[in-house]
């Protein structure tokens, strides 16, 4: 079954909708400039319409059976497989992100769709045995209700499946705010969610660029039970504040600052590959992406010299290209903010000792900074560019230290060939995620999410359906 992908309209009650005034926001590939399309710049009315109609279609859809949703869900899954090619496409062109990984990114947001698929069947409540003998205590599960997300452009596609798709199977609609960088993919992915058969109503996207009005909306309305965000901590904030009001369940995934610890046992060979794979990440645009590597002094130098040589191989260029492994910066915005952490480390006595340079367009020279120290603002704020500072070391307790110093929790990762050191740090590392020997962890299999000011609850794995359920205490008097 071959389904248009291409679409110029927001995606509401089951209608493939312009704004009333017919305005349209344009989107451009930051990697050519390219205008690639326009959708609907749809406002805090048309969000409004989005909320009743998932409200309206609340009842059926969490009447269905587990089994019954499980089967549309695993029909959408399928289909994301089927155009995942196309899909990618649309993705590389819109967000910059090279095309190995825009297909890697189809393979891991469809994959959340499958395992909710599956998890719908498995939202298991408790039986209590009672304090009285005439009584029964039981504990059931419910969906929370209409479910708002509101989701970035660096996954297009995967930080959408990875909300909704739990909502969806837990019986909650869902009323989606993709990001105005990257809505193509976004109604993409809508129009796959049609031809799966989500009823009219369970299943709706909001374009927009007017990202507060619609997103205070949506924080706003009492009839939106819960909202997941995936973003910055400072717009995470915000949103926890308009939400209180209505007192809204959150789930927030927001900004990191990830360290990677080279300790002096590790295997560098494996900490370099780790640090490449997890470091230039799409362009180092991903709140897990290595923020710091902190080295043990007597491998500093082996370290630094191995780390810059394989970055140096990194190949950039058209994002289409199979061959390329990195691509542009989102906006020039982006790219200012990265020249700008060059220059405060350089001016604080930091070496470059590879790129350190614009490269044409909204590219920037993948680049190791060495000399690293906490007086950079690289230290403390998250980069979200392909810039590596490098610090160093000496002891156990100092790396953790220092990996610690910071308000974020959401990822680490360290390399070390000493089991015992493996989990004293393991615990010892104040993050929601710790990568042990690996630098890329994120799956559906298991929960995704941050602790301190990196967010709250969890995403993916069985802990992301909990997100979208209530408990319910039920009492059986007179037994
Ligand atoms: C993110 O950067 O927000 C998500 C990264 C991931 O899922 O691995």
Redesign the pocket.
């Known amino acids: 079954m071959s389904i248009s992908l291409r679409r110029d309209r927001a995606y509401v009650n089951g209608q493939w909708v312009t704004a009333p005034d017919e305005r349209v926001f344009a989107v451009h590939s930051p990697a050519t400039g390219e205008l690639i399309g326009s959708v609907p710049d749809l406002g805090p009315g048309e969000t409004r319409d989005a909320i009743e109609s998932a409200e309206r279609a609340w009842p059926a859809w969490r009447a269905r059976t587990a089994k019954e949703r499980s089967a549309v869900l695993r029909r959408w899954f399928e289909l994301i497989m089927e155009h995942r090619t196309e899909l990618a496409a649309l993705m590389s062109r819109e967000s910059g992100k090279v095309i190995t990984e825009s297909l890697g990114e189809i393979a891991?947001g469809a994959a959340f769709v499958e395992w909710f698929a599956e998890e719908a069947k498995r939202a298991y409540g408790d039986v209590i045995p009672p304090y009285s003998s005439d009584r029964r205590l039981v504990v059931i599960k419910q969906g929370v209700g209409v479910a708002a997300a509101i989701t970035?452009w660096?996954?297009p596609l995967?930080?959408i499946t990875?909300k909704v798709a739990p909502a969806l199977a837990a019986g909650c609609p869902v009323v989606i705010k993709p990001a105005s960088e990257t809505p193509l993919t976004a109604l993409a992915l809508a129009a796959l969610a049609e031809a799966a058969g989500f009823p009219a109503g369970v299943y709706n996207t909001v374009t927009t660029s007017d990202n507060e009005g619609v997103g205070s909306e949506l924080c706003a309305n009492p009839a939106v039970r819960k909202l997941s965000f995936?973003g910055s901590t400072a717009v995470g904030r915000q949103l926890m504040a308009q939400c209180a009001p209505t007192l809204k369940k959150l789930s927030l995934?927001l900004g990191g600052n990830a360290p990677f610890i080279v300790f002096e046992d590790a295997d560098l060979d494996a900490a370099v590959r780790g640090a490449v794979q997890s470091k230039y990440r799409h362009n180092g645009?991903?709140?897990?992406?290595v923020n710091r590597l902190l080295v043990h002094r007597s491998v500093y130098s082996a370290f630094l010299e191995r780390f810059a040589a394989a970055v140096a191989d990194l190949r950039t260029g058209d994002v289409l290209d199979p061959q390329v492994q990195v691509g542009p910066l989102i906006s020039e915005k982006a790219l200012a903010k990265v020249q700008a952490f060059v220059e405060d480390a350089v001016a604080h006595g930091a070496r470059v000792v590879q790129g350190g340079t614009r490269i044409g367009g909204l590219f920037y020279a993948p680049t190791v900074l060495a000399d690293a120290t906490p007086a950079m603002r690289i230290a403390h704020d998250e980069v979200f560019g392909p810039i590596a500072p490098v610090f160093v070391f000496d002891t156990e307790a100092e790396a953790i230290a220092m990996a610690n110093a910071t308000e974020y929790g959401l990822a680490a990762y360290f390399f070390s060939r000493d089991v015992g050191r493996c989990w004293r740090v393991a615990e010892a590392l104040e993050y929601g995620m710790v990568g042990i020997n690996e630098g890329l962890i994120?799956t559906e299999l298991a929960p995704?999410g941050g602790v301190k000011q990196s967010g709250l609850e969890r995403e993916g794995s069985r802990y992301g359906l909990e997100a979208y359920l209530e408990t319910k205490y039920l009492c059986f008097g007179g037994v």
């Open positions: 891991y970035p660096n996954f995967a930080m990875r995936t995934e645009q991903t709140c897990v992406c994120s995704f």
